[in-house]
């Protein structure tokens, strides 16, 4: 069974702060994605990386795929309260995507 | 206007009554997908479809019913209600099996 294991599970910071989200797994993935969910609707796609090693942007954002394509992280630079939500990554698997445990992110102003 | 939109958006049922929850997409996405989200699980899939008269079974398929018989559509039946399945539904499509775009979730309540 693959799994995704993300740390921590919950984070609460103050406005301006920086932070990392961790995503692992002893599974081997083709591609990751990052999604993020707002108190009562359903999960939005950030980004998807897919190369070993791969780094992307999202403004304040940074995404990096581990050089084994078993973990993930997430960098949020200067956090804003609108970055409030749960943060889930998820695995491509062998027919289906693999979701996260999640990470509980609450930022005050 | 293009997008995934589930029915209802709240329910709350008896125990043992059968729950249809709704879900339509004006994409024609080829995929869609039942999710269920409870604290302490995650997002578990109950089942999926990858192309109408096509479904499968995910993580958790017991006690509910799908059909696609037409590619926008996937209802979500459960047959007898029961407590077990309290929880907050989220309905997904795709063109293939990553990039997922989701419904805004039903919450469905069994007492």
């Known amino acids: 069974t693959q799994l995704l294991e993300q740390s921590p599970q919950f984070l609460s910071i103050q406005e301006g702060e920086n932070l990392t989200v961790y995503c692992n797994s002893s599974s081997v993935f083709s591609s990751l994605q990052w999604y993020r969910q707002e108190p009562g609707e359903g999960p939005v796609l950030l980004v998807t990386?897919?190369?070993?090693?791969e780094v992307k942007k999202l403004k304040r954002l940074t995404f990096q795929f581990g050089d084994a394509r078993k973990d993930s992280s997430l960098h949020i630079t200067a956090a804003q309260p609108g970055d409030t939500g749960l943060y889930l990554c998820?695995?491509?698997?062998?027919?289906?995507?693999?979701f996260g445990t999640g990470t509980r992110l609450q930022v005050f102003p | 206007d293009a997008g995934i939109t589930q029915s209802p958006r709240y329910k709350i049922t008896e125990t043992g009554r059968q729950v249809t929850l709704m879900c339509h997409q004006t994409?024609?996405?080829?995929?869609m997908f039942w999710y269920r989200q409870d604290l302490g699980h995650g997002l578990r899939l109950i089942y999926y479809s990858a192309a109408a008269d096509i479904t499968d079974k995910g993580e958790v398929p017991d006690g509910y019913v799908v059909s696609r018989s037409k590619t926008e559509n996937f209802p979500l039946t459960l047959e007898s209600a029961t407590r077990s399945q309290t929880s907050v539904y989220f309905c997904?499509?795709?063109?293939?099996?990553?990039?997922?775009?989701f419904g805004s979730g039903t919450r469905l309540t069994v007492v």
């Open positions: 990386v897919v190369t070993g090693g």
């Open positions: 994409w024609s996405h080829s995929y």
């Open positions: 998820a695995g491509v698997g062998t027919d289906k995507l693999i």
């Open positions: 997904a499509s795709s063109e293939s099996w990553y990039g997922y775009t």
